[in-house]
């Protein structure tokens, strides 16, 4: 009697760490987010992490755009590029 695979098993399934082909359907998996095709990264990331409170040091402050609004230039650690947020959305730390 054949038994019937579901379409990822016969898929080129290969985990890197076993080098066995397996189905990976319905099972908790991990991966980059960076390696996501759909949708973009950044919607991912936005959808994760959008209300996540992130910590750095102010390095610079602007002189204000045409509405007179304060940006702040901040570091953050593991960001390779700062970022810039309006000074009235920062929270000093203690």
């Given at each position: 009697m054949h038994q019937q695979q579901c379409a990822c098993c016969r898929?080129?399934?290969i985990t890197p760490e076993r080098g066995q082909r397996h189905c990976?359907?319905?099972r908790q998996?991990?991966?980059?987010?960076q390696d996501v095709h759909f949708p973009e990264p950044a919607v991912v990331l936005e959808g994760l992490y959008a209300k996540t409170?992130?910590?750095g040091r102010v390095v610079?402050?602007?002189?204000?755009g045409p509405d007179g609004e304060?940006?702040?230039v901040v570091e953050v650690e593991g960001l390779a590029?700062?970022?810039i947020v309006p000074?009235?959305?920062v929270r000093e730390t203690s």
């Open positions: 898929l080129d399934n990976v359907k319905n998996v991990q991966f980059l987010i409170l992130v910590q610079e402050l602007s002189e204000g304060m940006f702040a590029q700062a970022v000074v009235r959305c």
